[in-house]
């Protein structure tokens, strides 16, 4: 069974910085796409920004320019670099990702993490 452990959440003034972990541990042959989702309070859960196994990047118009989503797959780890905070983005992030692992090695699992809260306020 694989987790995710999610780190980095925090109370912040706008303006500020983040950074966000999320390891994951198991079983696991292969990650491949990696993203983060974030729930605002009586909000849906949105995509942030995701990162393929190649390395190729998205992120949603309201994040450009001032988040950075990351991953080190020796460790099996994605971050997300969170520049230039603004109240609208509080919320609670989740971690997202998709692997394999050694006894189905062509087959993609998904998990997800328990969500870390950022709070960025004054």
């Known amino acids: 069974q694989v987790q995710l452990v999610e780190s980095g959440g925090d109370l912040v003034q706008p303006g500020g910085s983040l950074r966000l972990s999320c390891a994951a541990s198991g079983r696991i042959f292969s990650v491949n796409f990696m993203a983060w989702y974030r729930q605002a309070p009586g909000k849906e859960r949105d995509l942030v920004a995701s990162?393929?196994?190649?390395?190729?990047?998205n992120y949603v118009d309201s994040v450009k320019g001032r988040f950075t989503i990351s991953r080190d797959d020796d460790k099996n780890t994605v971050y997300l670099q969170m520049n230039s905070l603004k109240p609208e983005d509080t919320a609670v992030y989740y971690c997202?990702?998709?692997?394999?692992?050694?006894?189905?090695?062509?087959?993609?699992?998904?998990?997800w993490g328990q969500g870390t809260l950022v709070t960025v306020s004054s």
């Open positions: 997202y990702v998709t692997y394999s692992d050694y006894r189905a090695p062509l087959v993609y699992l998904q998990v």
């Open positions: 990162i393929t196994r190649n390395g190729i990047t």
